[in-house]
């Protein structure tokens, strides 16, 4: 029963992509036969004046945003007139087959007609922005770069039994994690860490099983859709604290705030992408300061991070953390930063033995 209730929500979301589809390439022929140049009409998702911000949700989109206009007689925009109806079509004959490609598929379809796979990651965003659908939703997956370790088993669409472990071999992070089901965990928290070497160190040091039972995610830097989809989905099913563990930079705290926010670029699909009740362990600016981390272990900020930081402290939910504020105004003043690295000055192992465990058992979060 429950099977059925599944496909007949799925068919009615594929019917409604291809409706909006039908409907887009009607609008085309109705310029045409009006002598009319067909044009695409898409939110603009570069400006922070389309974006509002809710505290429960994050970033999203403002409902009555800027457009842009893809015009077909454009010089500048013909060719990605071109390829958004490409896609459209093949995205169309994905849904309607109910089969999935990955956007390196599409784009090795015609690799010298797309020029780069940023072209057609760009244009599917477009495609979902544009439909007002997610981009999962059009049948098109990424390919997951993000891993996930500890006490976590779940089942794959096509039921494949996944068990993850504390051992130093991670599991990559599904490529459709809408169809992951029968999720189970113990876990008392999950923790997401900003860098793959700190996630692979932490494994090595057994701190997943010395802290068990937990779940460790990493996205290897800025995270991917599907390592966002994860996490979303842990805390959607299982409500445990959601904490990160970042650089003290500007870079580390922005990638903090696309899993708790989310980002400008994929703020229409905000819903599904966002935590807003992760909470920052470390490293932070005030644990250097308090470690006594020396000079001699920090590292500038560059012009580039203080534009970075100071974008950052303008961003509309900094204004509803203000412990956040105080410790990026903190960085600013002392103009630098530290890897999270910085802790092996007081021993190899301080990250995992001591610094973390600390934390998380006395609430050194913010």
């Known amino acids: ?59 999203q989109m403002i409902p009555q945003c800027t457009t842009r206009k893809i015009k077909s007689d454009s010089p500048k925009s013909v060719k990605k007139f071109a390829l958004i109806l490409k896609i459209l079509s093949m995205i169309y004959k994905l849904v309607q087959s109910n089969t999935y490609a990955t956007k390196r598929d599409i784009y090795y379809t015609d690799s010298q007609l797309f020029g780069n796979q940023a072209a057609v990651d760009n244009i599917i965003d477009d495609i979902s922005c544009m439909l007002k659908v997610p981009r999962r939703s059009l049948h098109v997956l990424s390919t997951s770069k993000g891993l996930i370790a500890g006490n976590l088993r779940f089942v794959e669409e ?103 926010y989310g980002s400008m670029s994929m703020s229409f699909e905000a819903h599904s992408l966002t935590v807003p009740t992760i909470r920052w362990l470390g490293l932070l600016p005030s644990d250097i300061k308090r470690l006594n981390i020396p000079k001699g272990s920090l590292i500038p900020l560059t012009k580039h991070d203080q534009v970075k930081l100071d974008s950052i402290l303008r961003r509309p939910y900094i204004t509803y953390q ?29 990250l995992s033995r001591v610094y973390l465990p600390n934390k998380l058992r006395f609430g050194g979060w913010i």
């Open 1 to 59: 029963m429950l099977y059925k209730i599944k496909s007949w929500c799925v068919y009615c979301f594929s019917s409604e992509v291809l409706t909006a589809i039908e409907n887009i390439i009607q609008d085309i022929i109705k310029s045409l036969a009006r002598n009319e140049v067909p044009a695409f009409t898409i939110d603009n998702r570069s400006s922070w004046e389309n974006i509002m911000f809710e505290d429960s949700v994050g970033l």
């Open 158 to 260: 096509d039921g494949t039994r996944v068990q993850c472990t504390c051992n130093a071999t991670a599991t990559a992070v599904p490529s459709n994690i809408q169809g992951i089901r029968n999720l189970i965990t113990d876990a008392k928290f999950l923790l997401i860490v900003e860098k793959d070497a700190t996630f692979q160190r932490l494994l090595d040091d057994n701190f997943c099983s010395r802290m068990s039972p937990c779940i460790m995610v990493t996205g290897k830097g800025i995270p991917d859709l599907n390592t966002r989809l994860l996490v979303k989905k842990l805390w959607d099913t299982f409500h445990i604290p959601v904490f990160t563990l970042v650089d003290a930079d500007p870079h580390g705290i922005e990638i903090m705030c696309i899993y708790k």
């Open 322 to 350: 203000p412990f956040w504020r105080k410790e990026m105004e903190m960085m600013a003043d002392s103009k630098m930063k530290a890897e999270i690295q910085a802790l092996t000055f007081l021993s190899s192992d301080y």
